[in-house]
């Protein structure tokens, strides 16, 4: 049976999250791993509707994409999550669940992030529509240790893909 694990894709709203995880799913069925993604928006829509963005909400939301990534990753799969994932502690408790943990923080500046928003969710928050918005009135707490940054304001999709395969490969995960 193949390995699996869970890539745990984390940074603001975006910071390239999805971009790179869309192009990431090619390159490793390509290498014949079996791959699911778990996108922090659609998961919202499916698996965690009726939260909101409380901090518990959050931390609930966070804990149901955990579940069902350990339990892919468990039955072989590459389970990739692209969720903004604030808080350092939710994150730390998902990889103690799961041996098979790599965590890819991807950061940009805010004003990158703000300028990439194509559904407006920035300007909304700092017109004070949205309340509790991560990187503007809700913290967002960078990870200490990930296994991969990716810098996306100067590296091309391209170039993280890339990053994130040659670590997985020393990590013999690929």
């Known amino acids: 049976m193949e390995k699996g694990f869970i890539l745990w894709f984390t940074g603001l709203s975006g910071s390239g999250k999805t971009t790179i995880t869309k192009a990431l799913e090619p390159e490793l069925k390509a290498r014949g791993c079996k791959v699911e993604i778990l996108d922090g928006d659609v998961v919202r829509t499916n698996l965690s509707k009726g939260l909101g963005f409380s901090r ?90 990930p296994e991969i940054i990716c810098y996306t304001e100067r590296e091309s999709v391209e170039e993280s893909v890339k990053k994130v395969l040659s670590k997985l490969e020393e990590l013999g995960y690929i």
């Open 56 to 145: 518990e909400d959050r931390d609930t939301n966070i804990r149901r994409i955990g579940f069902v990534a350990n339990l892919l990753s468990r039955n072989g799969v590459v389970a990739i999550t692209a969720a903004i994932s604030p808080y350092r502690a939710i994150r730390d408790e998902i990889r103690g669940i799961e041996p098979n943990f790599v965590e890819v923080y991807v950061t940009a500046p805010l004003e990158v992030c703000e300028s990439r928003d194509v559904k407006g969710l920035y300007a909304k928050a700092r017109a004070g529509e949205i309340k509790g918005f991560t990187g503007i009135d809700d913290p967002y707490e960078e990870p200490l240790n």
